[in-house]
């Protein structure tokens, strides 16, 4: 056996000495290079990388995974100098009215009189981004929601009042404006449609309002939806450390651009486990050209047409080889859906050729696409593929759908109703063959809150009388009985409650 192990150790340094003489003959028939050279090269060199490893992409440039110790040494600072003085901190203030403990006990209010608490400030930190040198920013709806006052720090220490010009609670997405004589530092918005998972990504930030931080990490998957932190269901995940008061941050690709805005991450201690969620980059810039455009809200384009997902048994039932594309499951009369030629049955799986893998990635290509021009959907009918033009119409005739506030000392003091439409009931994710009233929001600390009332909720029937239109609805809140009986349609279910109010 040492026989053996000699005889293997002589065999290994004759083909080492092999290998060194046959790089000094390379480098020297190279123009006299140097075996250290060579040596060098093959610890190094990235030219020889695999060729699976170097992927094109576009403008030019080369995607590939490090290989080499040159590419190891390489640094992200150049990067973060460009990006980070775009990235802001937001301070969101506003004044809640503290109700006492006592508020309503009669034997208290008799001796002491109606209990008066000071008012309490409620603040919140999240994170922006400038996105035009104007001082145009972006960050999340729930960073700024309910605020009264809000405050924008820049990276160098500049404090700014700012403006909301635009919010949309379903989105989770905000614009502010702030104001000064000289160009902001900003950064643009990539194209987000170009990302692929393993992607390099930085994310820009202010976790825990210890001050501005930057993480890096891959996309780690696209399209995800069911994360539950908004109506919208298509959001970049990605490992790059997201914390509390990164919300509204940037996340930047390797160009420099905002590729998603930092929004959510999945956590059972508070802190980050390398799941967090950005939206788009490509539905940002949507709601940013709507707020330049003057718009309060981001108006939703109109299909008129409701999906369902395509189940393992509906896709082996329509002959598809997987489950994949969102099912038509209702369309609206004299929609945009009709005149495109789409019918109940139809599976769409691709839009304007990008693949359909469920209902929300549909919708997300729906938001983002413009008013103005045609697209073209690809869908399965029949077993057959087919192509079908459409041009989106806007949501609603005039923007907002016409709200009424419900008043008086009835159960339903505080709730916010309009009534119900296609367009409406599209935005509010309802089938669209819903009519009647529905309850769009409800007040904190409100008798509507109180008796378990929530936004989506379709009005029926009070004190025996059938709702069908708001104003009805906002005569007979204004009851001054204390006898309350009314039925509520909530996920496809009737509701029916009596009370003493």
């Known amino acids: 056996m040492r026989m053996r192990s000699d005889f293997l150790r002589v065999v290994a340094l004759v083909v080492a000495v092999g290998v060194i003489a046959t790089g000094a003959a390379l480098a020297q028939e190279s123009g006299g290079g140097t075996l250290r050279g060579f040596l060098s090269g093959l610890l190094k060199s990235d030219a020889d990388a695999p060729a699976e490893l170097q992927a094109p992409v576009s403008d030019g440039a080369e995607r590939r995974v490090p290989f080499g110790r040159e590419d190891i040494q390489l640094s992200f600072a ?65 960073v700024i929601s309910d605020a009264d006052e809000v405050k924008v720090a820049l990276a160098d220490g500049r404090e700014f009042e700012s403006e909301i010009l635009l919010k949309d609670k379903a989105l989770d997405l905000a614009v502010l404006k702030i104001q000064d004589d000289e160009a902001f530092p900003a950064v643009q918005l990539g194209d987000s449609d170009a990302l692929e998972v393993g992607d390099l990504v930085l994310a820009i930030g202010n976790p825990f309002g210890v001050g501005q931080t930057t993480t890096s990490g891959i996309v780690s998957a696209l399209a995800r939806s069911h994360v539950g932190v908004s109506d919208f269901g298509f959001f970049i995940q990605t490992d790059a450390a997201i914390n509390p008061g990164n ?36 539905m940002v810039r949507a709601v940013v050209n709507a707020a330049l455009d003057g718009a309060e809200t981001f108006e939703r384009p109109f299909f008129g047409a409701s999906f369902d997902p395509v189940t393992a048994q509906i896709a082996e039932a329509l ?52 008013l103005e021009d045609e697209g073209v959907i690809r869908i399965l009918r029949d077993g057959n593929t087919q192509e079908l033009k459409f041009r989106l119409e806007r949501l609603s005739d005039g923007g907002e759908p016409q709200t009424l506030q419900l008043d008086g000392q009835g159960p339903f003091a505080g709730a916010s109703i309009a009534t119900l439409s296609p367009r409406l009931a599209q935005r509010l994710k309802l089938p669209l063959n819903k009519k009647g009233v529905v309850i769009l929001d409800v007040e904190r600390r409100s008798p509507a809150g109180s008796v378990g009332l929530r936004p989506g909720d379709i009005i029926r029937e009070v ?13 007979v809140a ?21 009370l003493r109010f």
């Open 78 to 142: 150049p990067l973060v100098r460009e990006t980070s003085p775009a990235v802001v901190n937001v301070y969101a203030s506003s004044t809640v009215q503290v109700r006492s403990p006592f508020m309503g006990d009669p034997f208290f209010e008799q001796f002491f009189g109606r209990p008066q608490m000071p008012p309490r400030v409620r603040s919140s930190l999240g994170s922006g981004v400038l996105v035009d040198p104007s001082g145009v920013i972006v960050t999340n709806n729930h």
């Open 247 to 282: 919300s509204g941050g940037a996340l930047i690709d390797m160009r420099g651009q905002v590729i998603g805005i930092n929004t959510a991450i999945v956590s059972r201690s508070g802190g980050s486990i390398g799941i967090g969620f950005a939206i788009p980059a490509n």
């Open 319 to 370: 002959g598809m080889d997987r489950p994949v594309g969102a099912l038509v499951r209702e369309i609206a009369p004299e929609s945009p859906a009709v005149k495109a030629g789409l019918r109940p049955g139809d599976v769409v799986v691709a839009m304007d050729d990008a693949d359909i893998q469920h209902p929300d990635a549909l919708e997300y290509r729906l938001v983002t696409h413009p």
């Open 463 to 475: 004190n025996g009388i059938e709702i069908e239109d708001a104003d009805t609805m906002q005569v």
């Open 478 to 498: 204004r009851d001054t009985g204390r006898r309350w009986a009314f039925a509520i349609e909530r996920d496809g279910r009737i509701l029916r409650q009596r």
